[in-house]
């Protein structure tokens, strides 16, 4: 047991292999208590969380609301037009004030750097909700849904098919140190960013497992056990005018069936969400394989047990899953 008391957790590159372990458990032991055998376990009673929101978000808002409400806390949700931060008051100044209401603070900025400077300036604990750079609460719902249907993510090969964004930069910093593999296909131009590219290999070495890059989806997919994909047009680091240019840039990188024939037998299909048709196809997305849905869902149990560690000591009491 480690304690991750008044820490920060702004991406999965400052979590040891053990601590990422201890929130995936946690995870699994709050699912299993809460969701399973209905155990009424309220240890946030009293504890109050902010949760800004710079850019829209159903699942990031709803898992932290819920969440924190089962385990008896109570969450502020805080848009742009709620507060000042960053507008009429620097980011420095909001985080101290913020500080002296709530015990920790939930963050989805535009800028890395911003989500930095509110831990910087905070005397409470900041998480990351999504960032350019870095999406970690995500990696996390992925990895217990992943976790949960193959019993274990050690030598798995997860396949990404897509935009080198937050999402797989944070896929990057979680890999090597959980034990899977990735391969990486991107188009010429749209590459995982280079500073997290060497930080990941270095982790890679360090751990022992394989970070490979290509612009062929095929050659991502193939062998893999798992396909991801996620947004590429309009999201939240590529604006609306560059559509028709990442339209062109992507075409072949839709996940479909067909790509899915050079994967494992037994390959299944991830989705952070929204989703949109051109990423993959109703075929896949609606499938068995799809575990979406799951995944979607594993983002409460997930966001529960890093808020909950985060601020108060936890004992597991269901056995460790084998990590
Ligand atoms: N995956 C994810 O973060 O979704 P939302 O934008 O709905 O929060
Ligand atoms: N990469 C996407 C993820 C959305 C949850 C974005 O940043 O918009």
Redesign the pocket.
Known sequence: HVSMLGRNFLTLRDFSPFEIQQILWTAADLKTRIKGTRELYRPLVGKRAALI?Q?????????TETGINLLGGKSYFLSPDDIHLGVNETIKDSARVLSGFVDLILA?MYKHEDVESLAAESSVPIVN??SELY?P??IL?DMQTLQDHFGNLRGLTVAWVGDGNN?IHSYMMAAPKLGFNLKIASPKGYETCPNVTKDAEKLAKQYGTQIFHTTDPREACEDADVLVTDRRIKNSTRPEEEKLECLKAFQGYQVSHRLGKVAAKDWVFLH???RKQDEVDDAVFYSERSLVWRE?EN?KWTVMAVVLLLLEDHICTTPKPDY
Do not use: D, E, F
């Not at 850019?55 to 898992?63: G, N, V």
């Open positions: 929101l850019k829209r978000s159903t699942r990031t808002r709803l898992s989805r909700a999504l999406h609460l995500q719902a999402i952070c969400g929204p979607a983002r």
